[in-house]
């Protein structure tokens, strides 16, 4: 297991509470030994004017989930994660219903985390596959 301690996500599903997750809609759906997961709808909150998803939303998602993964593998007392760089490949385009975005860490260093997150569809074809490194900062 990757996380500092076992963390249940009604524990973690706090850290979305105002902020730009809430808007969205966006929630935390899923966490294994090595992977978080959340979901986002497709709607007119998510939309570009075509009515598919906007791949700036792609990378809130995949931003918010591997910003909280890397928030649970440090002690937050200590240290804060702040995201340096990410980058998305919009593979397909989707018009409605709820997408998944699966973080799981390609290096979990002492002062960087680069993660891996993929974003699905309902039929878990995949959306999008970005790369997001974060910064490790001391308080």
């Known amino acids: ?4 301690k076992p963390y249940t996500l009604e524990e973690i599903s706090t850290m979305q509470a105002q902020y730009l997750m809430a808007h969205l809609d966006i929630r935390l759906s899923g966490i ?3 992977y978080l997961q959340a979901t986002m709808p497709v709607d007119e909150r998510t939309w570009m004017p075509y009515r598919i998803l906007h791949g700036g939303a792609s990378c809130v ?19 804060r994660p702040a995201g340096l760089e990410i980058n998305a490949s919009h593979l397909r385009g989707v018009s409605s219903g709820l997408v998944t975005g699966t973080a799981r860490p390609f290096r979990l260093g002492r002062t ?9 569809d309902e039929q878990d074809k995949l959306i999008c596959i970005s790369r997001l490194t974060m910064a490790i900062l001391k308080w």
Do not use: R
């Open 1 to 4: 297991m990757i996380w500092l």
């Open 32 to 34: 294994g030994d090595d």
């Open 61 to 79: 998602l995949a931003e918010s989930v591997g910003s909280i993964a890397s928030a649970l593998v440090v002690d937050t007392t200590q240290y």
């Open 112 to 120: 960087t985390h680069v993660w891996d997150i993929h974003i699905t």
